[in-house]
């Protein structure tokens, strides 16, 4: 079965901490995701990156950073947390160009800035 | 920039009766995908169904179809008889035929009445 592993379920932080999300797929997708989960707005990108160390800014960047060393995982880090982060954050893997590249998620980790 | 809009925040019905989710979306381009995704409480996000453009054909999956209608620019989701499984959040989203994101509406929550 497909897979896509987030390292935290529920995380709590105080403001101006750095905080690093983990994503881990076992799928070999070239395609790594990271969505911002909000009542009302949906999911809105963060970044997304589509091969080993390359990565774009989706819509909503600011505050973010990614990185991405080996093809399986894509991390998202934040790094002076502030209560507008305060967020749940879905990781999504799908396959390399061509076809419908169909998204699949992990169980999303629910961030806590305080 | 594409958008994609799902004008009811909730929906409900009752077990075995059947329900129509809409979603609208806005693009200046001929081919692409569409996608229904759907998020129970506390679980992963899940694929549903999707549409290519070019498709004329509605798509069907058991009892799950939809309604597409481009020139308007509409995607509906009917759920026939529905299941206490069924209640979720869902999701509409839209794919460009070259390209890797997903652009989601903001989601229309489902509540199955026994």
């Known amino acids: 079965d497909v897979k896509v592993t987030q390292s935290s379920r529920y995380l709590v932080k105080r403001t101006g901490e750095k905080v690093f999300l983990e994503c881990v797929q076992d799928m070999d997708h070239e395609n790594m995701f990271w969505y911002r989960q909000d009542p009302g707005l949906g999911l809105r990108l963060i970044y997304f990156?589509?091969?080993?160390?390359?990565?774009e800014k989706g819509d909503i960047p600011e505050g973010y950073s990614v990185s991405r060393e080996k093809k399986e995982r894509f991390s998202l880090i934040l790094e002076s947390a502030s209560t507008n982060q305060t967020s749940m954050y879905l990781c999504a893997s799908s396959p390399g160009t061509g076809g419908p590249g169909e998204l699949f998620f992990g169980e999303g980790s629910r961030l806590t800035v305080l | 920039a594409q958008t994609v809009t799902q004008s009811q925040p909730e929906m409900s019905v009752q077990e075995a009766e059947t329900v129509t989710l809409s979603c609208t979306y806005d693009t200046s381009e001929s081919d692409y995908y569409l996608f229904w995704y759907k998020q129970p409480p506390s679980r992963q996000m899940i694929l549903v169904i999707r549409?290519?453009?070019?498709?004329?054909q509605n798509a069907t999956e058991n009892r799950f179809s939809v309604n597409f209608q481009k020139a308007a620019k509409s995607f509906s989701l009917k759920i026939s008889d529905s299941q206490l499984g069924d209640a979720a959040m869902y999701f509409c989203?839209?794919?460009?035929?070259?390209?890797?994101?997903?652009?989601f509406g903001a989601g229309t929550i489902l509540r199955v009445k026994s």
């Open positions: 549409q290519e453009a070019y498709k004329q």
């Open positions: 989203a839209y794919r460009r035929i070259y390209g890797n994101k997903l652009v």
């Open positions: 990156s589509y091969d080993v160390k390359m990565k």
